[in-house]
């Protein structure tokens, strides 16, 4: 079964780094988009960024973290990174990766499976 | 494309039908594909996100049959026939239709 296991959160000072990451199983992970998205405490979804599963390694973010957020991946290792720099107290949320839908119709941004998430907190 | 939802909350007994309202500010129907790009998640507290239903109205594997997706281009709904206990969750609708995908604000269901 599809299993997405997240680490890396941590609670950080603003302005510093943190690099989360995903360790995948159960499926081709090659094969799949993968995407990360934030829930703020007591908020809704946010999706935060996507890297892709072909050869041209599309990477997409959202304006609320684009230059300051990289998204990553090793297909070798079955894991998603994501590098976060020069954090803001709004980047507070728990962190999910998620598989996107085997490309259909244009898309995989379906998001198939979610992992439990891991907690970032940056605070002074 | 701004995803807006209503209500934000619903207050039922078991058995009820609940109904959930997603509207997008834009189309999500892709013409070429003859499809709406549009999902919707359960999110059970303390849990992650559930995907339900996909394409406006495709109930993924493993998901009762009391829940149904349906609508078009900016106007959707999610409904819950004959609630359960389980089924207490917040619900957020998903448009995939173009980058950066955005969620609505949830709808919470007690």
């Known amino acids: 079964q599809v299993q997405l296991v997240e680490s890396g959160g941590a609670v950080a000072q603003p302005g510093t780094s943190l690099r989360l990451s995903c360790a995948a199983s159960?499926?081709?992970?090659?094969?799949?988009?993968m995407h990360w998205i934030r829930q703020a405490p007591g908020k809704g979804l946010e999706w935060v960024a996507v890297f892709s599963y072909d050869e041209e390694e599309t990477k997409y973010y959202a304006d609320s973290v684009k230059g300051r957020f990289t998204i990553s991946r090793d297909n070798i290792k079955n894991t998603l990174f994501l590098q976060m720099d020069s954090l803001r107290p709004e980047d507070t949320a728990v962190y999910y990766c998620a598989k996107g839908n085997y490309y259909e119709s244009g898309t995989y941004y379906i998001l198939e499976n979610w992992g439990q998430g891991t907690l970032v907190t940056v605070s002074s | 494309i701004v995803m807006t939802q209503s209500p934000d909350s619903l207050a039922l007994s078991l058995g009820e039908r609940a109904t959930i309202n997603c509207k997008s500010s834009?189309?999500?129907?892709?013409?070429?594909?003859?499809?709406?790009?549009l999902t919707w998640y359960q999110q059970i507290p303390g849990q992650p996100p559930k995907l339900l239903i996909s394409w406006a109205s495709i109930r993924e594997s493993g998901v009762p049959e009391r829940f149904s997706g349906s609508g078009s281009g900016t106007d959707f709904t999610l409904t819950i026939s004959g609630l359960q206990a389980e089924d207490v969750a917040v619900y957020y609708c998903?448009?995939?239709?173009?980058?950066?995908?955005?969620f609505g604000q949830g709808t919470k269901v007690e």
């Open positions: 159960g499926f081709t992970f090659g094969l799949h988009g």
């Open positions: 834009q189309s999500v129907f892709y013409s070429l594909e003859n499809k709406d790009y």
């Open positions: 998903h448009q995939y239709y173009n980058t950066p995908p955005t």
